[in-house]
């Protein structure tokens, strides 16, 4: 995991804090390779990014391209 990929998650983890949402979904993640890290990396980032923050990774989903969620 890059220290970048980390700092995105990790931000998006305190939004999620920050805004007082209840659930969450990550997009535009693995969508198209911009970048040399691996599709997976993100979603691993993000992983961290909630255990760090205390976030309960089942409120907090790493969407997939064509993905359908049940966030009720």
Do not use: C, K, W
Not at 35 to 62: C, K, M, Q, S, Y
């Amino acid at each position: 995991m890059t220290a970048h990929q980390f700092e995105s998650s990790d931000e998006a983890a305190r939004i999620m804090l920050d805004t007082g949402s209840r659930r969450a979904i990550g997009i535009h993640r693995g969508t198209f390779q911009l970048t040399d890290e691996g599709r997976d990396e993100p979603a691993i980032g993000l992983e961290a990014a909630l255990a760090a923050n205390g976030i309960d990774p089942a409120l907090f989903v790493a969407g997939v391209p064509g993905g359908v969620y049940d966030l009720a």
